[in-house]
């Protein structure tokens, strides 16, 4: 059985753990540096660092910041905001990044991706998605933070940057996001079942029956959390003894 991997995320503005509903009205949830030691010790599979400001600022992703954080960390991080070319990818990975992830630049530039899978490997790309529900059975790729529409459709963006060399997908709901009401179920399953990479699910999570069910019935391959996490509604050990519990397969 594959293991279902735990990830905590840490979205930063201004140097600062941050958590919002619908990407806005964000509140401080911590030091950067500090939560991402305390995952570490959790036993956390993985930790995402997301510059999510970086982007929309027109800068880099703060390197200073992510070297801080992979010196007090043993799992494989992954950093993402504000990365736009193959030179941003190197200084990230040799700043402490295990992978890198991108996503208004993929939309921008997608050769950024196959470019990057070549170079580095696809197991360094990771491909975020953000998905805004427009109709019934269709959802909407959003960039910049989730305040741009695309036009393009997320099931098929996801079976593109997979042909592109992308090694995973973290796929977030904007709809979802921060509402701890439950990940966008259907969403995370028409991608899952559309591409062969793994699908990191993400927004929405509110109870450990979230957890459960973007799993049993998104399809999701691991599972991003913050505000559980964060607030320290949960921690890592809990979330994984009751998926054990409900026979999902976890690394404990």
């Given amino acids: 059985m594959v293991s279902v991997r735990i990830i905590p995320c840490l979205d930063v503005k201004d140097g600062q753990v941050v958590k919002g509903i619908h990407f806005e009205?964000?509140?401080?949830?911590?030091?950067p540096v500090e939560q991402a030691a305390f995952y570490s010790k959790e036993k956390a599979d993985e930790l995402v660092f997301l510059d999510i400001s970086a982007t929309i600022e027109g800068r880099r992703t703060m390197l200073d910041v992510v070297r801080k954080v992979a010196e007090v960390v043993f799992i494989p991080l992954t950093v993402g905001g504000g990365i736009t070319s193959i030179d941003d990818i190197e200084k990230l990975l040799k700043a402490g990044a295990d992978k890198i992830s991108i996503n208004t630049a993929a939309v921008r530039n997608p050769s950024l991706i196959e470019?990057?899978?070549?170079?580095?490997?696809?197991?360094?790309?990771?491909?975020?998605?953000?998905?805004?529900?427009?109709?019934?059975?269709?959802?909407?790729?959003?960039?910049?933070?989730?305040?741009?529409?695309?036009?393009?459709?997320?099931?098929?963006?996801?079976?593109?940057?997979?042909?592109?060399?992308?090694?995973?997908?973290?796929?977030?709901?904007?709809?979802?996001?921060?509402?701890?009401?439950?990940?966008?179920?259907?969403?995370?399953?028409?991608?899952s079942e559309n591409v062969?990479?793994?699908?990191i699910a993400s927004g929405g999570a509110g109870s450990l029956e979230h957890l459960y069910r973007v799993i049993s019935d998104g399809k999701a391959s691991a599972i991003l959390i913050a505000s559980l996490l964060h607030f320290r509604k949960y921690t890592v050990e809990e979330i994984k003894l009751y998926l054990k519990q409900k026979g999902i397969g976890v690394r404990l």
Avoid at 124 to 140: L, M, T
Avoid at 161 to 182: F, H, N, P, R, W
């Fill in 115 to 191: 470019e990057g899978a070549k170079r580095f490997g696809s197991q360094c790309i990771v491909v975020a998605i953000d998905g805004k529900k427009v109709s019934p059975s269709g959802w909407e790729v959003h960039v910049e933070s989730g305040k741009t529409p695309t036009g393009l459709d997320v099931v098929e963006w996801a079976r593109k940057v997979e042909d592109l060399g992308a090694g995973e997908l973290l796929l977030t709901s904007i709809d979802m996001d921060g509402t701890q009401k439950g990940y966008d179920i259907e969403m995370t399953r028409r991608v």
């Fill in 25 to 31: 009205n964000l509140v401080r949830a911590g030091d």
């Fill in 196 to 199: 062969s990479i793994p699908v």
